[in-house]
DNA sequence: TCCATATTTCGACTATTATCGAAATATGGA
DNA sequence: TCCATATTTCGATAATAGTCGAAATATGGA
């Protein structure tokens, strides 16, 4: 996972409503459930959610199938696992004082190029 | 930590030159880096870095204290691993195959209320 | 004290995000 | 085929984010 796709996915649960369509989800993987389903859950109307949905969508934090009339939406669990994993090798460094855990080694060299004062 | 202080963790990190920051800081952590070393290291206006350097100084996730004619930034190890807990807990429920990683318990309910379709 | 340097604040502007109702599209069943 | 339902797209609008240069503020040293 490279930092946009990255920032495309931090950006997408940046937003209250998003990330508790997010733990919706998650709580129901692998599971999908109806946009109608959501929407009335977390009383919000159609439209707007829908907007969220394709956020995370194209994030993509979650996949979207139709079954029958419904639209089921479920997290992609790959994806979601490359973001923490990002989150803890590359951003964190792999350092279990900052992720909480033992590091994962960093894919790419976060200190290149930077002078000292 | 909230799911208020949770959107606004991810919002800062949710751009590009506040995800290189970041990762700089964190990369020195838990040494600091004058705001001026990370402008000129990002090839940024130093009133650009500014408005970045307070939304993650906001957000919680890094400190500013003066050295000197210096205002040095480094990573706050303790509000990053919240974050992290956070996502791999209540967002990621603990689910080993959502987080890489053997999960922490959830500390909230995150199926409450959901009524399926 | 006065100046040089480090950083932030201000101002002005552009772009993006978010909201919701209404209208459009798509699916399955009668 | 025709209708009811599920969802998305379309407007229109308000709010927020992001950018940079110029000006303001703060610190330390001469």
Redesign the interface.
């Known amino acids: 996972m490279d ?2 796709h ?2 495309n996915a ?2 997408a ?4 409503l998003r ?2 369509v ?3 989800l ?4 692998p599971e999908g ?2 946009a ?2 959501i929407a ?2 977390l009383g919000v109307a159609a439209s707007s959610l829908s907007f969220h949905l394709s956020q995370l969508q194209q994030a993509g934090l979650v996949t979207a199938t139709r079954h029958q009339r ?1 639209i089921l939406y479920a ?1 992609d ?1 790959g994806a ?2 490359e973001l ?2 990002f ?2 090798a ?4 792999g ?1 279990p ?5 033992p590091g ?1 080694a960093p894919t790419c060299d ?2 290149k ?5």
């Open positions: 930092d946009t990255a920032v931090l950006s649960l940046a937003h209250p990330l508790q997010f733990r919706m998650v709580a129901t993987a459930v109806p109608g389903t009335e859950n419904f997290t669990i979601t696992r923490m994993e989150l803890t590359d951003c964190c460094d350092r004082e900052l992720c909480g855990r994962l976060t200190t190029g930077l002078s000292r004062p």
